[in-house]
Each structure stands twice: as structure tokens, then as C-alpha cells.
T-cell receptor, first 115, second 114 residues
């Protein structure tokens, strides 16, 4: 069965370190998204991609970067981790023009703690 | 710019009662999609229901229905005959015309009481 996976599921790192969170989907979706979830803020969009070599900044992109070299993967990199980036990170994917009911898929989330 | 507002941070409802979770949105796009997601304590995001802006009828999925009032820019989720397993965080979300990214509200935490 097709799926979307994230790794690691939990990570603890230190301030200033570079961290990469992986997202892999086997739906063959063109669209991929990264969100962070914090209490009182819901899910906020960090970066998104509508296809290979396409990346776009979301609402809270400062301190994060992504690259899309193939359809299946959209890794999220924290260039120099900060305590304010402690959060739960969700990856999602969807079909292009994905306004129909069953095209939004989320990964299980990665809980990142920056000490 | 698009905006989603959920005004109820938390709700307590007796089991078997119907529940309405409020969602209002703002957009200038003539075509958009509206979604509801459920996030139980285990953390995963579960898609519940979708409504397209041009859909004439309100969407329904089992015990879930979306009360879509376009003129009021309202997309409330109605859960009929609530169950203990409905206790969770619920998020309203939307996409815009020609734009597949999803914008989320801040969520409503629903507690079902036995």
C-alpha cells in the first residue's frame, strides 16, 4: 500500500546543530508540504513543493530549507537549530489540483527537541 | 490572503449528543476547498470530510457532515451521536484557487463526557 513516512520519529539535538528530517511518500504525488505544530498555533506551513526542483516558502520558513530532487522525497533541513524550533513536524502530500476529498495525506510526525 | 478561524479552543459534550464545531474562513478566491481533520491523542492527522466551494449540497461522511454556508463564509463540522472516541483535536483547513497548499485553523479540542 502507498504511504507517507517520516524519519526520525523523535529527535533531540543541540542548539546550533544542523538537522535534517526526512519525508518519503509512495503515492507518486507531485505536491509535498512541511508543517510545524505548536500549542496555540495549530499547523503552520513551513515550505512546500509542487514538483521536482520546485520549492516555495510558507508562513514560517525562516531557519528552514528544503530541496526536491525526486518525486518521493522532501527533506527538511534546519540549518542551525534553535530552541524555538522545538516542535512537532508533519509532512503531507497531495495530488496536483488536489481539491478532491481523498487527496490529502499526512505522515505520522516527527517530534524534535532542541536543547 | 486566506484565513481560517476556529473560535472554540475547547468543548465538552455529553456522549451521544450532537456536536457542532465552528469554522469561518476568509478568501477572495471564487474556487476553494474546505477540509476537516481529526487529531487524536496519538498524534496522527486523520482526514474527515471535504467541501468544494461550488458543491451545491453539504458534504456528509458517516456521522460527519459539513454545514456549508457560503454567504457567511462558514464551514461548521457537525458530528451526530458523539462517541467517546470522538475526543480529539479538530482542525478546519482550506485550499485556494490554483493553489494546493493547505491553510489550517488553530483547532478545537473536543472532550466527550461519558
Amino acid at each position: 500500500d502507498a504511504e507517507i513516512t517520516q524519519s526520525p520519529r523523535h529527535k533531540i539535538t543541540e542548539t546550533g546543530r544542523q538537522v535534517t528530517l526526512a519525508c518519503h511518500q509512495t503515492w507518486n504525488h507531485n505536491n509535498m508540504f512541511w508543517y510545524r505544530q505548536d500549542l496555540g498555533h495549530g499547523l503552520r506551513l513551513i515550505h512546500y513543493s509542487y514538483g521536482v526542483q520546485d520549492t516555495n516558502k510558507g508562513e514560517v520558513s525562516d531557519g528552514y530549507s528544503v530541496s526536491r530532487s525526486n518525486t518521493e522525497d522532501l527533506p527538511l533541513t534546519l540549518e542551525s537549530a534553535a530552541s524555538s524550533q522545538t516542535s512537532v513536524y508533519f509532512c503531507a502530500s497531495s495530488e496536483s489540483g488536489g481539491k478532491s476529498a481523498d487527496t490529502q495525506y499526512f505522515g505520522p510526525g516527527t517530534r524534535l527537541t532542541v536543547l | 490572503a486566506q484565513k481560517i478561524t476556529q473560535t472554540q479552543p475547547g468543548m465538552f459534550v455529553q456522549e451521544k449528543e450532537a456536536v457542532t464545531l465552528d469554522c469561518t474562513y476568509d478568501t477572495s478566491d471564487p474556487s476553494y476547498g474546505l477540509f476537516w481533520y481529526k487529531q487524536p491523542s496519538s498524534g496522527e492527522m486523520i482526514f474527515l470530510i471535504y467541501q468544494g466551494s461550488y458543491d451545491q449540497q453539504n458534504a456528509t461522511e458517516g456521522r460527519y457532515s459539513l454545514n456549508f454556508q457560503k454567504a457567511r463564509k462558514s464551514a461548521n463540522l457537525v458530528i451526530s451521536a458523539s462517541q467517546l472516541g470522538d475526543s480529539a483535536m479538530y482542525f478546519c483547513a482550506m485550499t485556494g484557487e490554483g493553489d494546493d497548499k493547505i491553510i489550517f485553523g488553530k483547532g478545537t479540542r473536543l472532550h466527550i463526557l461519558p
